[in-house]
């Protein structure tokens, strides 16, 4: 996630599957194509700025690995520093590229 922090969406696509099931929100439907995914990430540069981040990978088997991460960020419209604690579920394919994306977040 590097290039999440270095605000390079483009660079953080490209370890997608273009066929990837992505769910912003766990509780919503995935993104219906690729694009929509582009979408989401295609923002980042102009809505946040000074993320820093860490995370510990809690379990993988061969199907998935759960992760667990923090960031801190500043969102570039009202300058709010935010706090975020959340969870990653991934599947990678054997290109390394990500299949299942879904994740679980909070913000203060």
């Known amino acids: 996630m590097e290039s999440w922090k270095n605000l390079d969406w483009r660079k953080t696509l490209e370890t ?7 769910y912003e929100n ?3 439907e995935s993104c219906k194509s690729f694009e929509e995914v ?3 990430w295609n ?4 809505n946040q700025k000074d993320i820093d981040y860490q995370y510990k990978i809690l379990t993988y088997d061969n199907d998935f690995c759960i992760i667990n991460w923090q ?3 500043t969102m570039t419209q009202n300058n709010v520093k935010q706090e975020i604690d959340g969870i990653f579920q ?6 390394g590229k990500c299949t299942y994306f879904k994740q679980w977040r909070f913000t203060r």
């Open 43 to 46: 923002v980042v540069a102009d």
């Open 16 to 22: 997608l599957d273009k066929e990837v099931k992505y």
């Open 26 to 28: 766990p509780i919503d």
């Open 71 to 73: 960031m801190t960020r």
């Open 90 to 95: 991934i599947s990678l394919n054997q290109e």
């Open 38 to 40: 582009t979408n989401l």
